[in-house]
């Protein structure tokens, strides 16, 4: 897939050099055995897990991009690399993956080549340290493109790769970056070039991954819904529905958007989600959040410093940030995030009371420290408006009753379901017994090539090998022997 220089304002040519050296190390990468492979992985995910490392790593983040907060992208990182580097190992990606000696048949796998993986400001390090770990465990080389308010931090996590392939022998441009400065010509160009292309973030960069015509991994996802079916206590539910609204301020590709209750008020989920440090606004707060999401005006009273501030995207800023650009009251300045009552939403300029509280861009509120409270009479009901306001890559559901956790799952259609889980738990870890995903996909239903999470076996092919000896004459072989000699 490797084309020839293209020189033009956008720096083609340096987009063709890139990839060209990636491919050339991902060549020689291919050589290596699979214990190399592992050893190499090994070597990377060390490096990545190094305390000071993540640190440093963090800080520039949050820095860089100005969202989130920067001791959540500590754990948060910690957790993803402790998550990829279990996959790794507990995943063969390299030589023969799996013998079925009763059958005489293996399976061998082989890299892809050389993956293109576009950066996100909302998961700079987790996607661009996720990414590079699973492809270089199946012997690839990786080019990642930045966004523009990634830069400094991916070229940080490069240098950091990039150390460890030299420490393990291994060739050191096997992980390298598009030049800056970053341009969406240019990573356009780099989907084009690679042999896969990864992408998360902004829909204009999902959209041409997928139509960029290489294979791919592409989805914008960016938080879901959960459903309490009422059998769970609401304290319980609002416990884990507020872990996954406020981590990271709310920057996580499945933090909880909004919750739908199976019942006939969300009164007792809401009382309870104000105990766990939410904060309830009332009909004008949801109408100045409305017009901030939008883009429009926030306050009628508001500062130059206000102003200013308004400048900023939403996502991923602080609640203090919120209660500042919204102009609320004291009370929410200590809140640790924001509640939306669905009930109050409307629908058409009529209060909402029907199937269609979708309508309402306060529906669902991924990307920032909030979350709407919808109720629904029927677990059902429930299920239908759940699908309706979130997204089919994960989604959440919360019950005593396990026997509805299948009906969950066949109604939401949703790529990964956490059950009694904050929705942040979709991504996997080492305790829920999902493969840490980087990105998570929805097939089909958005157009994606992914269906559920990012893992490490998809960025590799294999090889279905039949080594059985068959007998040429057999009294079951169906006449086939003489068929293939002709008549």
Known sequence: ??????????????????????RAAGARLAERDDAAADRIAEAVGERLSDPQAISRLALAAANETGRGHPGAKSEKIAAAVEGARAHVRETPTAGVVERDEPRGRLTV???VGVVGAAVPATHPVVVSAAVSLYALAGRNAVVLAPSPSTVETCDMVVETLRGALAAADAPVDAVSMLPAPPSKPGTDSLFERVDVAVASGSASTVTAGQRCGTPNACAGADGLVAVSDGSASPSAVATR????????FGAHPAADAAVVRS???????????EAEGGYVLDADERDRLRGLLAGGSASHRATDADRDARTASPVGNSPRWFASVLDLPPAADAAAFLIVDGGDLRDGGEPDGGEDAGNDPLASLPGIPAVTVHAREGFDAA???AADLGGPH????????????????ERLAAGRLVVNQPGTAAVGSTRNGLPFAPLLGGGAREGSQLDGGLTATDLIETTSVSVTTVADRHPNRGGAGETLRGP
């Open 109 to 111: 796998a082989r890299p």
């Open 263 to 273: 019942a006939e008020t969300a009164e007792p989920l809401t009382a309870a989600l």
């Open 1 to 22: 897939m490797d084309g020839g220089a293209i020189t033009d304002p956008e720096g083609g040519d340096r987009v063709s050099t890139t990839v060209a050296n990636a």
């Open 383 to 385: 299920l239908r408006l």
């Open 241 to 248: 529905v507020a872990v996954g609204a406020t981590y990271d």
């Open 394 to 409: 994960a989604a959440a559901v919360h019950t005593t009753r396990q026997a509805r956790v299948a009906r969950a799952a």
